[in-house]
């Protein structure tokens, strides 16, 4: 079983669209985040959520929406999408904060043409 | 906010040696000092973490120093393998332990 899992693995899209991603941990953590991580390399937190609740919003635009449905899951809606937005986006859970190990998903390669 | 500064940015060493990567923060409060490594492709993950009341620790060949009056941390990598080649991330809580900044990155080369 994948402890935290994340859909779609690549998503290839145009400039203007929207996408989502969704986000799912089996660990029974009640911390989720949103990274973005670049071309250098450069992990970026994005959002972190703690039982439902938005905690932390990275001054990320607004075209960037995430939700919680439950503290199992953290999806991620972009819209109108940038050439910028190109990237990789894990996604991670911890058992409560910032101060316990995270454990990431696979990543989702995002290609914006 | 907190800021983490990790060096060197990228390093090379012979099978056999040893490296050493080095991070610095700003927060006096952080208590959680982890060390990710990120394969090609592949996510990242854990691999060595150390608290602020302990000053080493050691995982097999791996092990992290933490100097809590001059802020500073370092993963120290022995007998390296090929196998150790990855980019490797320190990382650091702030924000009242809700948000986890990481380093820059190392990039690790282990040359056979």
């Known amino acids: 079983d994948t402890a935290v899992s994340q859909t779609p693995k690549y998503l290839v899209t145009q400039m203007g669209n929207d996408k989502s991603i969704k986000c799912e941990q089996n660990l029974g953590h009640d911390t989720m985040y949103w990274y973005k991580q670049d071309s250098k390399k450069f992990l970026k937190i994005m959002f972190s959520?703690?039982?439902?609740?938005?905690?932390i919003n990275e001054t990320v635009p607004n075209r960037f929406s995430p939700k919680s449905p439950d503290k199992a899951h953290l999806n991620l809606h972009i819209n109108s999408l940038e050439l910028g937005d190109s990237a990789v986006y894990f996604c991670a859970s911890s058992h409560g904060g910032g101060d316990e190990k995270l454990f990431f998903g696979s990543g989702t390669q995002l290609s914006v043409l | 906010g907190e800021n983490v500064e990790q060096h060197p940015s990228t390093l090379s060493v012979q099978e056999g040696d040893s490296a050493v990567i080095k991070c610095t923060y700003s927060?006096?409060?952080?208590?959680?000092f982890p060390w990710y490594k990120q394969e090609l492709g592949k996510r990242p993950q854990l691999i060595i973490d150390?608290?602020?009341?302990?000053g080493e620790k050691k995982d097999q060949r791996i092990a992290v120093t933490l100097n809590k009056t001059a802020k500073h941390f370092s993963l120290h990598i022995t007998e390296t393998q090929p196998e150790d080649s990855a980019v490797y991330f320190c990382a650091a809580p702030s924000g009242g332990y809700q948000k986890v900044t990481f380093g820059t990155g190392t990039k690790l080369q282990v040359i056979p």
């Open positions: 150390i608290r602020s009341n302990v």
């Open positions: 959520y703690n039982n439902k609740e938005l905690i």
């Open positions: 927060d006096s409060a952080s208590n959680y």
